[in-house]
């Protein structure tokens, strides 16, 4: 059988979440998130890791880019930390510029290499503090009304630029497992 070659407009790329890349989990007024308050409270779960400096590409995402150009990326999927844009997570919580700017830096970073943004909104890392307020995703009303702005911050901020968006990475896995944790872990508090 001959070799199956791809299609002329395939793009070759790579994907990252927040959470397992970025790092700096108390810099520059990133809030917590549920996958902060998971890996240290069963870190045996986790094998003892954490995302707390993970890849440090909060600070070495141009070099991190130029790795991606060096591959030929282009195109690289990533996900925006909700906690990093909105600490507190809910539509009447303080926007935090300096996660604004992050983005914005990597945006721009991304795209002077050649390289299409893909941004997923939701990577598994709901804010801490909507969980503590209302029990997070349980409570689909308040979710959905938190979500949508935190979703209208990012296109109004980032849009000009980002073309491709992911609301939910595996939403079936969220609805299913994440929520089915977050039922318990909600329950026992």
Known sequence: MPPISLPRDF??????AAYQIEGAVDEDGRGKSIW???CHL???????ASGD??????????????LLSSYGAKAYRFSI???RIIPLGGRNDQVNESGIEFYNKLIDSLLARGITPWVTLYHWDLPQALHDRYGGWLDVEQSQLDFERYAKICYERFGDRVKNWITLNEPWIVSIFVSAYTYLTFLSD
């Open 36 to 38: 902060d308050t998971f």
């Open 11 to 16: 793009q070759w790329g790579f994907a990252t």
């Open 42 to 48: 069963e870190p045996t779960r986790t094998k003892g």
């Open 81 to 83: 930390s909700w906690s």
């Open 53 to 66: 400096t993970a890849c440090d590409h909060y600070h070495r995402f141009e070099e991190d880019f130029d």
